[in-house]
């Protein structure tokens, strides 16, 4: 069980934690205590083991969350800024990029600012026909500051990064899914559906492999790792694995395995 709270509401489905967060009336902007919250939320469901996915979504029919709480920053001073931006990163966006588990943003309407930061800091996205996805920020004089402007890079390449970061363009659905920001894109209907299909994929597989894969995939975008090197080690760890030596007597025997996760 794992808690709601006042804006993030928790609800555990097939072993698939669904967080929603919640302030629909503010477009389910991020303020402190919603990012406070949503860190707390996950940081409870990482040791559960009968969890083996998170789906991540905004409350409402318009928006997934459309960016950091402008009210809450407007006075903000320079060291309050750098404070902003570090929190996030380490509560929200690093948090969420190095989790155990995968996360799939399930982006159902507007994903601006830190709305689409956090989407691209998830693993996977899936997203709605009516989404609409931009980083806005140099409209209010600041830049993105929870990793948009390196992790728009990585997904959409340098060039429509800096088109979409220079211009505060927003983008629909279908030059998102042309664009590499969106897996796939469905109606709003089928998008909690899409969703859990790939999770049902992910709960036959071995917790502890998609752990490590993460953490690989991880090491080949950080500049102080070499990932080739990480994957050779954690390749060789694997082999110790209890999740190793059932996935591979279960081919050999011919049935399904039986993963436990260790
Ligand atoms: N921070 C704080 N409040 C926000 C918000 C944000 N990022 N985005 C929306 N809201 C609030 C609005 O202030 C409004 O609150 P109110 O009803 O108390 O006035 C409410 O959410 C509804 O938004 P509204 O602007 O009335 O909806 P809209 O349909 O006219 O426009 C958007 C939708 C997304 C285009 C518009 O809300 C917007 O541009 N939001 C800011 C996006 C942004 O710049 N994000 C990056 C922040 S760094």
Redesign the pocket.
């Known amino acids: 069980m794992v808690a709601t709270t006042e804006f993030i509401l928790s609800e555990v489905k097939n072993g698939v934690l669904v967080i929603t967060i919640n302030r629909p009336?503010?477009?389910n902007?991020l303020n402190k205590q919603t990012i406070e919250e949503l860190h707390d939320t996950l940081v409870e469901a990482e040791n559960m083991n009968d969890i083996n996915a998170v789906i991540l979504t905004g409350a409402g029919q318009?928006?997934f969350v459309?960016?950091?709480?402008?009210?809450?920053f407007a006075n903000f001073s320079v060291e309050q800024g750098k404070q902003l931006s570090s929190i996030g990163h380490f509560k929200i966006f690093n948090f969420i990029e190095n989790y155990s588990k995968p996360i799939i943003a399930a982006v159902n309407g507007?994903a601006?600012?830190?709305?689409l930061e956090l989407a691209m800091a998830c693993h996977i996205r899936v997203v709605s026909d009516n989404a609409k996805m931009g980083l806005?920020?140099v409209?209010?004089g600041?830049i993105p500051g929870y990793g948009g402007t390196q992790r728009l890079a990585h997904l959409v390449g340098k060039g429509k990064a800096f088109e979409m970061i220079v211009t505060a363009d927003m983008i629909n659905a279908v030059d998102a899914l042309k664009w590499g920001l969106a897996n796939y894109v469905t109606t709003q209907d089928e998008l909690l559906a899409k969703c859990f299909e790939i999770t049902s994929k992910i709960a036959t597989k071995s917790p502890t492999a998609i752990r490590t894969a993460i953490k690989v995939i991880n090491a080949g975008y950080n500049n102080n790792l070499n990932g080739y090197e990480v994957e050779i080690e954690e390749f060789g760890k694997s082999f110790g694995t209890g999740d190793f030596k059932e996935g591979v007597a279960a081919f050999l025997e011919k049935r399904k395995p039986s993963f436990r996760g260790n």
Request: proline share 4%; glycine share 18%; charged share 25%.
């Open positions: 009336d503010k477009l902007a318009k928006a459309a960016g950091a709480d402008i009210a809450e507007f601006l600012g830190g709305g806005p920020e409209s209010l600041v």
